[in-house]
């Protein structure tokens, strides 16, 4: 059995350091009709910003599971695999997908473009796979029709949503110039 690196090591406590922040931002939740306004999102998109892909994409599973077995980590301290299947758990799986997908959208134009525009690629990755996975089971779930479920489900958040997505962005140019990650 090989010996785990220094830098395997790091990124598995800095990924599970993320499971444990997004669990705590779910705390910070106000209500807004079947999906509540929470910090998590800020936290995605941060872990997809400075992450690679499986640690972006494991951070966020590590929370999601940790859920889906009883701990109290979702909005409104709930737990269980009924959130996970109810109407909200569509975006605790593009939660899951869109870290993984907008850190190698990141990675993939790093080299190409410049880190910002990088960046904001990564956001409406982050932030469209959410929305999408999220409308379509909350369409589902509830019986909503898809114009009434993105009324309620994607658009009131779409602004708060690009404010957190800015937010993740500038701190995760201090990581990267304080060489924290």
Same mark, same amino acid.
Request: glycine share 12%; charged share 5%; net charge positive.
């Given at each position: ?9 790091? *990124?598995?406590?800095v ?7 997004? &669990?705590?931002? !779910?705390?910070?939740?106000l ?13 995605v ?13 494991? !951070?966020?599973?590590?929370?999601v ?11 409104? !301290?709930?737990?269980?695999? !009924? ?53 379509m ?6 019986? *909503? ?26 701190? &995760? ?9």
């Amino acid at each position: 059995m090989q010996p785990v690196s220094r830098s395997r090591t790091r *990124m598995l406590v800095v990924s599970a350091l993320f499971a444990a922040l997004i &669990a705590a931002s !779910a705390f910070v939740a106000l209500p807004v009709g079947e999906v509540p306004f929470t910090l998590q999102t800020l936290l995605v998109v941060l872990a997809a910003l400075v992450l690679p892909p499986a640690a972006s994409a494991g !951070a966020v599973g590590i929370y999601v599971l940790a859920g889906a077995v009883g701990v109290p980590v979702f909005a409104g !301290a709930r737990a269980g695999l !009924a959130v996970l299947f109810g109407p909200t758990g569509g975006f605790l799986f593009g939660f899951t997908a869109g870290a993984w997908l907008g850190s190698a959208v990141r990675i993939a134009l790093k080299g190409h473009v410049a880190s910002p525009v990088a960046d904001v690629a990564a956001i409406l990755t982050v932030l469209g796979v959410t929305y999408l996975l999220g409308w379509m089971q909350l369409s589902l779930v509830t019986g *909503m029709g898809g114009a009434q479920a993105l009324a309620v489900g994607v658009l009131p958040f779409v602004l708060f949503d690009a404010l957190k997505g800015a937010g993740a962005a500038l701190v &995760a140019g201090a990581l990267r110039r304080a060489q924290l990650v």
